[in-house]
């Protein structure tokens, strides 16, 4: 499920307006090896890129389902409301307790909690995945900085320099 919104839809469109372009989502999500130590530098680079282009991309998710669950708990905020002012024309006298309970009795204010617990679940999971993402190419991208510094590497750099 992918979740999007007006609102989200019409900031994409105003950040387009301006240049930007929303990362596309990448082929396939890369899987981390158990020992990144060995892979060879260039295996590691690409994989440091692979890594680091879906991290963009499900960042741009969280950021759209954000929108989307902000937009969510408005229009559950809205249903609620709606329900409050019709209970009271009613009852000007009814309780809290009461206006909520007859509020989750309401069609429109169950989906709209329905619609907003989804748009709060995908956000809760997209920036999960987003972490993860990071974390991978952060240690990714730690293994070359090692490498590179590695007195070991140094040597055997210089070593091949001088090899035939």
């Known amino acids: 499920m992918y979740f999007t919104s007006r609102l989200a839809e019409e900031a994409i469109e105003s950040l387009k307006e301006q240049g930007f372009v929303l990362p596309h989502k990448p082929d396939h999500a890369p899987e981390l090896p158990d020992d990144v ?23 741009a998710q969280v950021g759209m389902a954000v929108i989307a669950e902000r937009e969510s708990d408005l229009a559950l905020e809205k249903a609620t409301a709606e329900v409050w002012h019709r209970s009271l024309a009613v009852d ?38 987003t972490d ?33």
């Open 37 to 59: 130590s060995t892979l060879d530098d260039e295996s590691l680079l690409k994989l440091m890129q692979e890594f680091t282009a879906w991290a963009d991309y499900a960042s």
């Open 92 to 129: 000007p006298k009814m309780s809290v307790t009461v206006l909520k309970t007859v509020s989750l009795t309401v069609t429109e204010v169950a989906d709209a909690r329905d619609q907003y617990e989804s748009a709060y679940a995908y956000r809760r999971m997209a920036s999960d995945i």
């Open 132 to 164: 993860r993402f990071e974390r991978d190419a952060q240690l990714l991208s730690r293994e070359l900085t090692r490498r590179n510094q590695s007195e070991f590497n140094v040597r055997q750099r210089r070593r091949a320099k001088w090899e035939p």
